[in-house]
Nanobody, 121 residues
Framework: QVQLVESGGGLVQAGGSLRLSCAASGSIFSINAMGWYRQAPGKQRELVAVITSGGSTNYADSVKGRFTISRDNAKNTSYLQMNSLKPEDTAVYYC???????????????WGQGTQVTVSS
């Protein structure tokens, strides 16, 4: 009923940039916070960045000053601009959205399928 689809991952050299997109579709009534997480091999999934419906943002210390999260509410899409990438940024990146589905009470968190980001040294 609701899908989150990420795009924009790939292979990049250290110091390069990538822009990830996360498009939410389906019977969406409203979207509150949208976020990006990542999971490297052998590590737990960690928060990268989050943005509220009002545009307030929060970042992991490891990406502050390098990554920028944004959203287009008209398109139900969030973006993660990643600059000055480092090998340690290599991970599968997942987006999520806290949203309310039409005709269903409550707000629930939905996740995308993940997109691989690999940064070579």
């Amino acid at each position: 009923q609701v899908q989150l689809v990420e795009s924009g991952g790939g292979l990049v050299q250290a110091g390069g940039s990538l822009r990830l997109s996360c498009a939410a579709s389906g019977s969406i009534f409203s979207i509150n916070a949208m976020g990006w997480y990542r999971q490297a091999p052998g590590k737990q999934r960690e928060l990268v960045a989050v943005i509220t419906s009002g545009g307030s943002t929060n970042y992991a210390d490891s990406v502050k000053g390098r990554f920028t999260i944004s959203r287009d509410n008209a398109k139900n899409t969030s973006y993660l601009q990643m600059n000055s990438l480092k090998p340690e940024d290599t991970a599968v990146y997942y987006c999520n959205a806290d949203l309310q589905v039409v005709a269903i009470m409550g707000r629930y968190r939905y996740w995308g399928q993940g997109t691989q980001v690999t940064v070579s040294s």
